[in-house]
């Protein structure tokens, strides 16, 4: 039985690197008919803006702000699980709670205003600058 599964174990490894290579070299012609639609569709590579680069760094902040908060939030649930009625535990779990919530909120409406504010600021501009999301 073990010779059994060594030969086949053998011979499905001589299969795929027989002809891993014939399906990786089709691969690599996929992608010449995309980047030359995409030229011309004027998604070329260009240099990043002013406004492509403050709006990936508000991204960014906004996104890890609101990934703390929403763990913020789950801490202050599995706080209150593990309270057990006590009056100063549940109360300090809520009030996490609620801070979490808040702070959701906010960070919610500064992607909302910061999302209409770019996009506002690119169609008066001329410019593509409304940050991706």
């Not at 980047?35 to 680069?53: D, L, M």
């Not at 890890?64 to 699980?81: K, M, P, R, T």
């Amino acid at each position: 039985m073990k010779n059994v599964k060594q030969k086949t174990f053998y011979g499905m490894n001589a299969t795929f690197f027989l002809f891993a290579h014939d399906a990786l070299a089709q691969a690599t012609h996929t992608t010449e008919g995309l980047n030359e639609a995409a030229g011309k569709a004027g998604f070329g590579h260009t240099a990043p803006t002013v406004a492509t680069i403050v709006s990936g760094i508000v991204n960014a902040v906004l996104g890890l702000s609101g990934i703390a908060f929403f763990v913020l939030f789950v801490w202050g649930g599995i706080q209150y699980l593990l309270s057990q009625g006590e009056a100063d535990r549940v109360k300090n779990a809520k009030a996490t709670l609620m801070s979490a919530a808040i702070g959701l909120v906010i960070i919610i409406t500064a992607f909302a205003l910061v999302k209409f504010l770019f996009g506002t600021l690119g169609a008066v501009l001329g410019s593509r600058t409304q940050p991706s999301g």
